[in-house]
């Protein structure tokens, strides 16, 4: 059987920050990581096959076994809620999850509308508020939705609050706390198994001593 790895990777911050902990995990991986526009990178000598995708598709690649395993954000697996194990918590790329919108501003009564690209986070955060709303998805520039009045609220990702700040926008609820994950599929899990768990325990120590010297930067 063939014991090489997928790891599905999210192009950007995270993508820098999984790189430096595999690293300093031991992984020998080859330079052209660090500036390739490459969609799959192979480090043949550590038995290892990059798939560099988008970070909403991770969890799929990981789902339908065209990656063994993923590094995806936690608010990736609420909203997309794959079938998937989520092994570790890599503690990168810190942010959350926030409800925000116009200063002291109250939602509409009648027909409340919250804009976001996470729909089925959105509706289910409010829905346990008891509150009945119209989700509108968006994929970008989110904090226009209030500013034009598409929305009441938005439901985003924040991480520094400078993006909500110089859009004229506050926080209104925190909703999750989000960092990066390490998920697996089922199957692969079963199948490869010991060097999907020995990658877990040198991820683990990199983790457990301090992990990514990146970690406590900021996103705008």
Do not use: W
Request: charged share 30%.
């Amino acid at each position: 059987m063939n014991n090489n790895l997928t790891i599905a990777m999210p192009k950007g911050r995270i993508f820098e920050e999984a790189l430096e902990l595999l690293r300093k995990a031991g992984y020998k991986l080859p330079p052209e990581f660090d500036d390739s526009r490459k969609l799959i990178i192979e480090a043949a000598a550590e038995g290892l096959r990059f798939i560099l995708a988008k970070p909403m598709d991770v969890a799929t690649y990981v789902e339908h076994g065209v990656a063994d395993v993923g590094i995806a954000g936690k608010d990736v697996l609420l909203e997309e809620e794959r079938d998937v194990y989520e092994l570790l918590d890599l503690k990168i790329s810190p942010c959350y999850l926030a409800v925000a919108g116009l200063p002291n501003t109250q939602m509409n009564e009648v027909a409340p509308r919250v804009a976001s690209k996470y729909p089925n986070v959105a509706e289910a955060y409010f829905r346990a508020q008891g509150e009945q709303v119209e989700i509108i998805k968006l994929n970008g520039s989110i904090e226009l939705a209030p500013l034009i009045g598409l929305s009441d609220r938005i439901v985003d990702i924040v991480s520094s609050g400078r993006t909500l700040k110089e859009n004229g926008l506050v926080e209104y609820e925190r909703i999750v706390d989000v960092t990066s994950r390490l998920i697996v599929n089922p199957v692969s899990y079963r199948l490869k198994d010991t060097r999907i768990d020995e990658l877990v325990t040198r991820l683990h120590e990199v983790v457990a001593e301090g992990g990514s010297s990146d970690e406590n930067s900021k996103n705008i």
